[in-house]
């Protein structure tokens, strides 16, 4: 079992910077594959950006691409989501995942084989 803890959220105003933290206790996070999903209000989880667990390749939805950046420290052993230029439309409780099975990234859900508990993001216009 992998106990995610996700961390940062809060209120930003619309052009206004984020970053989230995500860190699992017992387990070296630069082993697995990783990726940060949102989900707001009425709408299904979607894809945000993802890292691979070996060489540490990324990916990311079109629509943050430029403006958002998944990264490790493996000294800390925390996997991060630095978000600028933030929109209204973002507002979303933020998930990180992760998957042991994987060797490279996750896009989808179904990917998924654990799910922290979530942060909430709001962005005001």
């Known amino acids: 079992q992998v106990q995610l803890v996700e961390s940062g959220g809060g209120l930003v105003q619309a052009g206004g910077s984020l970053r989230l933290s995500c860190t699992a206790s017992?387990?070296?996070?630069?082993?697995?594959?990783m990726a940060w999903f949102r989900q707001a209000p009425g709408k299904e989880r979607e894809f945000v950006a993802g890292i691979s667990r070996i060489g540490g390749s990324t990916r990311y939805a079109d629509s943050v691409k430029g403006r958002f950046t998944i990264s490790r420290d493996n000294a800390k052993n925390t996997l991060y989501l630095q978000m600028n230029s933030l929109k209204p439309e973002e507002t979303a409780v933020y998930y990180c995942?992760?998957?042991?099975?994987?060797?490279?990234?996750?896009?989808?859900?179904?990917?998924?084989?654990?799910w922290g508990q979530g942060t909430q993001v709001t962005v005001s216009s």
């Open positions: 017992g387990r070296t996070l630069s082993y697995y594959t």
């Open positions: 995942a992760l998957d042991t099975r994987l060797v490279g990234i996750m896009t989808t859900s179904r990917d998924v084989e654990f």
